[in-house]
């Protein structure tokens, strides 16, 4: 069955780093776009970056632009989002989702039809 499972969320101080997985089973990653997104409280869902199935193009949110690099380890079926020069605004629960390709910049929460559960990124002192 299609899963993601989101890891390597945590508690971190401003302008300290993390790197995010996201592990796919049931299907092969690399022939899917798949999208980063963060939701803090009582917020909507936004789109942090995406990387796209073909020659693993990638956008960001001009929010993260710089500081935030999405990769994908086909060996691994796993994507990464690794996140530098955290702020407090990063704050949020990030998800990724499985969508067709990374059409818009950044990606739209609609285009995706598969999510894994989140996990919490904190910056605070």
């Known amino acids: 069955q299609l899963q993601l499972v989101e890891s390597g969320g945590g508690l971190v101080q401003p302008g300290g780093s993390l790197r995010l997985s996201c592990a796919a089973s049931?299907?092969?990653?690399?022939?899917?776009?798949i999208g980063w997104f963060r939701q803090a409280p009582g917020k909507e869902r936004e789109g942090v970056s995406c990387?796209?199935?073909?020659?693993?193009?990638?956008n960001y949110a001009d929010s993260v632009k710089g500081r935030f690099t999405v990769s994908r380890d086909s060996a691994k079926n796993t994507v990464y989002l690794q996140m530098n020069s955290l702020k407090s605004e990063d704050t949020a629960v990030y998800y990724c989702?499985?969508?067709?390709?990374?059409?818009?910049?950044?990606?739209?929460?609609?285009?995706?039809?598969?999510w894994g559960q989140g996990t919490q990124v904190t910056v605070s002192s």
């Open positions: 989702g499985k969508g067709r390709s990374c059409a818009t910049i950044p990606p739209l929460p609609s285009f995706f039809d598969s």
């Open positions: 049931g299907f092969t990653l690399d022939y899917f776009a």
């Open positions: 990387i796209s199935n073909s020659r693993g193009i990638t």
